[in-house]
């Protein structure tokens, strides 16, 4: 019959376990090599692996959970069947594994794996077969190794090779007439939860029965059936007893406002890895690289795997998730995408032998050493050494060194096994007393009166009682006990570090609700439109936080699980909440409950968890006091089954749910056979299905069904379409995925074809969806709409994303590798394109891209053009010392193509070479499927429309060689001053110091520490010489590695008796763009941003032409507003985000230039004796007056103040005129306005400027400054700068001494 009826539709799902399994050697099909596992068949044939099969599994299968049998069995026995004979070791040994599928929904297995002796003699015969067949090898590679010349030819018969080779026979040989042959074997549960414990439990408890030399009570084949079939799973909340072979199992279940259940023992992760290797390996899991785990043992795998991915509550991994990696799925490390997978290393093994795809974003975990690698970069968990400090503290309490304990768990190990020894030999079946009178003698052996026996046990029979049941013997009893006391404490140290970890984000993300967007009316709309939203106010959410946690925050908001994480709560209005964010919810209520603060006092102080005493009562009281239990042993007959069940249940306070004691099936006579040692074959007809609804939690589970399916056909009338919700569902959800979780079953190539073809689809989805978020945030969603608008994103998510889309170039250039060489991809391919270009140059020119055109100006002097080129940008890397690795070297090479807008263009340039291409990758991998490349660099060559400095703000100590031009205007002057010229660069992070430039030279080269993004230039000379006087256009400063060109504009004189005087002028820089980058900005619609605006030379009312035309009242009062607003705008920006300071003071739209036209207005410019009047003259005259007068006013507050404000005045303007340096007049009113600014006496230095005689003489009667209402308006605006703490370049005020 087959079995893939269940007990009814509501019951099935509610099963303690889905399937029986059992997998091993097939008789009929011999010995068959497991070529998938790639192993070396220069191993000893008992050393190599076998194929194994599934020999069994029940029932047949499960239409909610159908059975994958090539999954299973590779899970069951990963490596294939493997052989031993009396001498090696046969322990069993236990491992679980979870079977994730493409929907995310889990499975788990529990395997418990033994060797039985192999009684097939065709298997025999085989093994002694291959053994003959590889000592013949053996001995011929020994004889050709000492026989290779014919000097030593006799040394072939050696002694010492000799000996060797004939230890190395005995050890690794099989007699057949001397040796016994055994083979593994597995058993296996299948669960739709991780009840870890009790599934060890059960199967320990079959294999005892096994190897025990009395036959179990009842027939395998009963408790197979009863945990199959009548053993519920515990509702929430709430605990089940059921039985094994010989002693009831509890387990409990949390309920629904507890954390989610974790059978696993953290205690044994911790041990393995230690506690800072593992808040390490638990960031980079936050962040969603590469997590490789590396251990002999499978079970390691699993406690470390489902251990680090518990602590991530609330959150949930999202990617691809294989604890342990079969050796036929090793092509699976080849995927291009985030996973955490476990492979199991194979004894002796060295690391630096393991060949992986890529490295560059991969975290590996060797288990076994107690050593991880970690990727290059990467932010800190906040408060890290806080967080570790008080899970120390938890540790501690429990008896577990913080630093790890690596033999701590093989030493348990050896224990458990030896006990298990113990109780298996010991003669008395694990609970049989030494004492047993002759009776149990008599019964013993004979299977018929051992079942007559198990009868008579449950109809309550008194001559039972004096044999089978009396007490255990005293060291079983404590055995017993200590394994109690051990899992206990396990379970509260599981509880209590979760809690730890629950509690960090519960602080971190306290306030996560206010920043959830709920754009959508309804969940069609949402989910029609889920591509296109922002979910989240990721900006906003970050400029809240503490200044320490935010390259963390910033990058682990970027990830999936956190944006499934937002999902779930926007889709919980609207359905009901899932039960990892329902449970943080609650918490964070509790938190507002308790600690009411407001969300904006943010801070960075560690607060530990304060539930740490309450944490696991609830659970620890559930196994204390179990409220579900299974009624005693009973008869054959069925009838007496709901009896039985109602006696228990009277005598048990608050049973509602009973799972059904194993019991006697009618099974065929002779079927079943018991003989030791040997796992019997089942009677299928038995375990195919189970019994019809006959206990209550099946019928109410199958009541709970029908209301479910009521209100399901209710909503399809009257809500959205379920097929056409759940397509968008599944739409919206695998957003940002790739390949959730690839099929393990199905090895065939088109199905290994068809996972690589979602592999590279996924990485140009991956990539369309990073570039577009990169533009959006860069440019602001106004400019993409409207074609202009003030960048929006912050240095540190610029920065992140950058970091984001450098992962995923490494991954692009790692998927579908042919051999891989280092541990970048991308560098590797790079270097090898290098080497092949560079061999070509000395027999044709190598192709060089030029970048950028040749800059003219009104004296035809030029930049030279800056030769750029793929390999030419490579070189610049090489030369970066401070870069040591491969992969560093890879992300500055991609961050310098993305500053310089070449990446796309470098990028085609590499994979132009095809046949390079050819060599590096196999067919499938991403780069070789053409469309997709084309569609990959067109998306990359978008990102040329915004400007970025990800290299240049992040290599800041690096030395970067700048060239220099000085353009005179040579209509009006000299092209060359006589003089001894100087000029000083300054940028964001630093200054050049003066520099002399080389006499009749324009254009000089200078290497220095970088300087960040340019600001200003002083520039000046001696004024030496018969030609002394210069009329400079501007200055041109290029940094020639980044190509970035600043213009600094002049249009003045530097010279005595010329223009103001000045022999020295400070020029503010703007950036400028190629021509190409203009055309491409005007596509987009929106202007290169990170540029100052474009300055016009600005000319002094009093200068040379006089042409340019004045500003009315209305407009001078207009860009004081302007200027003013822009400086307050800078500083509500969070820092790192703030552009420079010193254009806002002194650029063209500046607050210097706009108080300029403020005093220029009205001012009588009419020359005295053909000489130049400056606002600084007045200034002069102002501070004379002042030094010589007492006449303030009546008030004696008011003079007082004035005599204050008239004290400074006077002292900074003398400190200006007497600083060491040659200033002409105009740039001494530029220091005194930034000083005036800087500490904050403006608005009470205008006043006095405004009331002072000398107005009177050189400002007409319609000036600004003499209109009073005018006055109060200006300081009314000059006043919001008060508040602010401004910071002046040092260039600015150079040898100003206030």
């Not at 030399?213 to 929430?236: A, G, K, M």
């Not at 013997?473 to 809690?499: F, I, T």
């Not at 359905?575 to 449970?583: C, G, I, P, S, T």
Request: hydrophobic share 35%; net charge negative.
């Amino acid at each position: 019959m087959s079995g893939s009826a269940a007990p009814g539709p509501g019951s099935a799902p509610c099963r303690f376990a889905h399937y029986f399994v059992v997998c091993g050697t097939d008789a009929d099909s011999g010995l068959e090599p497991d070529e998938l596992a790639g192993e070396n068949f220069d191993q000893s044939p008992l050393r190599r692996t076998f194929k194994s099969k599934v020999l069994a599994h029940y029932p047949q299968n499960i239409e909610w959970n159908p059975f994958d049998q090539d999954a299973v069995n590779m899970l069951c026995m990963p490596k294939g069947l493997s052989f031993r004979t009396q001498i090696d070791n046969r322990d069993p040994q236990f491992h679980s594994f979870i079977i994730t599928r493409e929907d995310g929904s889990r499975t788990y297995g529990f395997v418990l794996t033994f060797y039985e002796e192999v009684t097939s003699k065709q298997i025999c015969t085989a093994m002694q077969t291959l053994y003959q067949m590889h000592n013949a090898e053996q001995y011929s590679s020994v004889y050709a190794s000492s026989s290779c010349s014919m000097d030593s030819l006799a040394s072939s018969i050696d002694e010492g090779d000799a000996t060797s080779l004939a230890k190395l026979q005995q050890y690794n040989s099989y007699d057949i007439s001397r040796d016994t042959l055994y083979v593994s074997k597995c058993i296996c549960l299948i669960t739709p939860l991780p009840f870890m414990q009790a599934c060890k439990k059960f199967l320990i408890q079959l294999y005892k029965a096994v190897t025990s030399q009395q036959p179990p009570p009842l027939p395998l084949e009963s408790y197979i059936h009863n945990i199959l079939y009548e053993v519920p799973l515990p509702p929430p909340g709430r605990s089940l007893k059921f039985y094994g072979v010989y002693e009831p199992i509890i387990c409990q279940r949390p309920g629904p406002s507890e954390l989610p259940l974790s059978d696993y023992p953290l205690r044994e992760a911790f041990e393995l890895l230690g506690l800072e290797n593992l808040v390490q390996v638990f960031t980079c899991v936050l962040l969603e690289m590469q997590i490789l785990l590396y251990s002999q043992d499978y079970q390691r795998l699993m406690t470390v795997a489902e251990g680090i991915t518990t602590l991530l509550f609330p959150f949930q991994w999202q990617h691809v998730y294989v604890p342990i990696l079969p050796a036929s799925l090793l092509h699976f490390l080849d995927a291009p995408v985030p996973y955490l997978m476990g492979l199991q290393s194979k004894e002796g093994t060295d690391r630096s032998k393991l060949e992986l795809p890529q490295e560059a974003n991969l975290c590996f975990v060797d288990i076994d050493n107690h050593f991880i690698e970690l990727p290059e970069e990467f932010p800190q968990f906040p408060n890290k050494l806080e967080f570790i400090q008080e899970i120390s503290e938890v540790l501690l309490q429990f008896g577990i060194p913080p630093e790890g304990n690596l033999h701590c768990s093989e030493s348990a190990t050896k224990l458990k096994n030896l006990v298990l020894n113990d109780l298996v030999n010991d003669k008395k079946n694990g609970n049989i007393p030494s004492n047993t009178i002759n009776m149990y003698e008599l019964l013993k052996g004979n299977e018929t009166i051992a079942r007559l026996q198990a009868l008579a046990k449950r109809t309550g029979v008194t001559v039972e009682k004096m044999t089978i049941t009396a007490p255990m013997a005293e060291k079983e009893r404590d055995v017993k006990l200590q394994c109690e006391e051990e899992e206990l404490r396990d379970y509260k140290l599981n509880v209590q570090l979760r809690e730890v970890f629950a509690n960090r984000f519960t602080q971190m993300f306290a306030d996560y609700e206010s920043f959830v967007i709920q754009a959508a009316q309804d969940m069609e709309s949402w989910l029609t439109n889920r591509e296109q939203m922002q979910n989240f106010d990721k900006a906003s959410f970050l400029s809240d936080q503490p200044e320490p946690y935010l390259p963390f925050l910033s990058h682990f908001i970027e990830t999936q699980m956190f944006a499934t994480f937002i999902d779930n709560k926007i889709m919980s209005q609207w359905e009901e909440k899932d039960a990892f964010l329902r449970v943080f919810d609650s918490r964070i209520e509790k938190i507002r409950l308790y600690n009411v603060r407001a969300p904006a006092l943010r801070t960075s102080i560690y607060q530990k968890c304060s539930t740490l005493k309450e944490a696991g009562r609830l659970s620890i009281q559930r196994l204390i006091s179990v409220d579900i239990v299974a009624p005693e042993p009973h008869v054959l007959y069925r009838e007496r089954q709901q009896d039985d069940t109602q006696s228990i249940e009277q005598r048990l306070i608050k049973i509602d749910h009973t799972a059904i004691h194993p019991h006697l099936l009618d099974m065929k006579i002779g079927q079943g056979k018991y003989e030791q040692g040997f796992f019997p074959k089942l009677q299928s007809d038995v375990l195919a299905t189970g019994p019809t609804n006959n206990n209550r939690w099946a019928s109410r589970s199958a009541t709970t069904q029908r209301r479910k399916d009521r209100l399901r056909q209710h909503s399809e009338h009257i809500g959205l379409d379920n097929d056409l919700r759940e397509k968008y569902m599944q739409e919206a959800r695998s957003l940002g995925k790739n390949l959730r979780q690839p099929k393990l079953s199905d090895l065939s190539p088109a199905v290994i074809a068809q996972t690589n073809w979602k592999f590279v689809e996924g990485l140009l989805k991956e990539c369309r969806m990073k570039t577009k978020r990169m533009l959006v945030e860069k440019m602001g969603r106004e400019a993409v709409e409207l074609g202009h608008g003030e960048a929006n994103i912050t240095g540190l998510e610029e920065n992140t994303l950058i970091a984001s889309l450098c992962d995923l170039l490494e991954r692009i250039w790692s998927h579908g590798l042919q051999v891989k060489q280092g541990k970048s991809a991308l560098w590797s391919h790079l270097f090898q394109y290098q080497e092949r270009e560079e061999k070509q140059e000395h027999m044709a020119e190598s192709p060089v891209a030029l970048g950028l055109e040749r800059r003219k100006s009104d004296t035809g002097i030029t930049l030279p053009t800056l030769r750029v080129s793929l390999i030419h940008d490579m070189r610049h890397i090489q030369n970066m010392s401070e870069i040591k690795t491969d992969v560093g070297r890879a992300r500055a090479w991609i961050r310098l193509s993305l500053e310089k807008k070449l990446l796309s263009q470098h990028l085609k340039q590499l994979l132009s070479n095809q046949a390079l291409a050819k060599k590096l990758y196999k067919r499938y991998a991403f780069l070789r499927c053409e469309e997709e490349r084309e569609q990959f660099l067109y998306h990359l060559l978008s990102l040329n429309a915004v400007d970025y400095f990800c290299f240049t703000s992040v290599f800041t100590t690096i030395m970067i060689p700048y060239r220099t031009v000085i353009i005179p205007i040579k209509k009006l002057s000299n092209a060359i001053t006589t003089s001894n010229p100087w000029i000083c660069v300054s940028g964001e992070l630093g200054d050049t110091g003066v520099m002399q430039i080389p006499k009749n030279l324009l254009e000089m080269t200078f290497e220095c520490q970088n300087l960040g993004k340019l600001t200003t230039v002083q520039i000046g000379h001696d004024n030496s010489g018969l030609l002394a006087k210069w009329l400079v256009d501007c200055v041109m400063v290029r940094s020639e590695i980044t190509g970035h060109t600043y213009k600094f504009p002049c249009g003045r004189w530097l010279g005595k008796g010329v223009d103001d005087g000045s022999l020295e002028r400070i020029l503010i820089g703007e950036l400028i763009t190629s021509t190409s980058d203009e055309d491409l900005g005007k596509q987009c619609r929106t202007p290169p941003q990170q540029k100052s605006p474009t300055t016009a030379r600005r000319l002094s009312i009093t200068s040379l032409t006089g042409k340019n035309t004045k500003p009315n009242a209305g407009q001078i009062q207009e860009g004081i507003g302007e200027a003013v607003n822009n400086i307050v705008k800078h500083f509500h920006k969070p820092e790192k985000e703030r552009g420079s300071l010193t254009i806002l003071l002194c650029g063209e739209n500046g607050l210097v230039a706009a108080l300029e036209q403020v005093f220029h207005h009205g001012f009588k410019s009419a020359r005295i004796f053909h000489k130049n009047v400056f606002i600084w003259d007045f200034i002069e005259k102002a501070v004379a007056y002042f030094e010589t007068t007492d006449q303030f006013g009546d008030n004696e507050e008011d003079v007082l103040l004035q005599r204050s404000s008239c004290k400074t005045f006077c002292h900074y303007v003398n400190a200006i005129s007497t600083a060491p340096r040659n200033i002409g007049k105009d740039g001494k009113f530029q220091i005194l306005v930034c000083l005036g600014t800087r500490d904050h006496f403006l608005p009470q230095w205008i006043p006095l400027l405004a009331e002072c005689p000398a107005i009177t003489r050189m400002y007409e009667e319609n000036a600004l400054l003499r209109d009073r209402m005018t006055v109060n308006s200006l300081l009314r605006v000059l006043q919001t700068l008060q508040d602010f703490n401004i910071i002046l370049e040092g260039s600015l005020i150079k040898g100003v001494d206030v």
